[in-house]
């Protein structure tokens, strides 16, 4: 006895959900395959009949746009940010932000891999403000309790974290040996020059 297969309809979204579905099923293909991923890969991907597609997006190349704006869009980086305790210990905040900023900072890194781009997409250097404006603002107030200990302000120390977490994790800058998250915090906050011996010897 031949066995029916009955197909299951899809829960009815809106437009802006099917859309945002939609790019949260395409964004690991391209990671794995590039520009080159086709559209019936990501229908499959998304469990949708790929004329689906193109009822909310005009064509490939639309949908592949918007895709990585997601991709490097710092809101949810901003948000994990700012859920980081200000009743840490400085060292201890600036390591788990450093954590998220690697965590960043290596899909992104990735990702321009996969589509073979030398800098984030839409990023032109002429961003205003820049795209990380958002998260150098929440590290400066993650900061700013204890700014009477530090040498720099605030806003001077995000920028540092954000240039040596960049070199520290990109790994053509870096000769494939990448820094970690401690790393790059023990830099920031000691640099490389040993602390001076102590003794208990109270002889003079």
């Known amino acids: 006895m031949a066995t029916e297969t009955r197909r299951v309809r899809a829960t009815p979204m809106s437009p802006e959900q099917r859309r945002a579905a939609i790019i949260d099923a395409t ?43 997601a991709a490097i869009d710092p809101g949810d980086t901003e948000r994990r940010l ?52 958002g998260i150098m603002a929440v590290i400066a107030a993650l900061v700013e309790p204890d700014r009477r200990r530090l040498r720099v302000p605030p806003v001077e120390v995000a920028r540092r974290l954000r240039i040596l977490a960049f070199a520290g994790f990109h790994p053509l800058i870096n000769d494939h040996e990448p820094m970690t998250p401690a790393e790059v915090v023990d830099l920031l906050l000691h640099g490389v020059v040993a602390a001076p011996a102590t003794t208990n010897d109270p002889s003079p």
């Open 27 to 69: 964004l690991p293909l391209v990671r794995q395959h590039g520009f080159d991923v086709s559209t019936r890969q990501i229908a499959e991907a998304a469990g949708i009949a790929e004329g689906t597609i193109f009822r909310v997006f005009d064509d490939k190349d639309s949908l592949l746009k918007q895709v990585l704006e």
């Open 82 to 133: 700012r859920a980081i305790g200000t009743d840490l210990p400085l060292e201890h905040r600036l390591l788990v932000a450093a954590e998220i900023l690697h965590e960043r900072l290596t899909s992104v890194f990735q990702l321009m891999v996969a589509i073979g781009f030398s800098r984030p997409p839409g990023d032109d250097g002429r961003q205003e403000p820049p795209r990380h404006a």
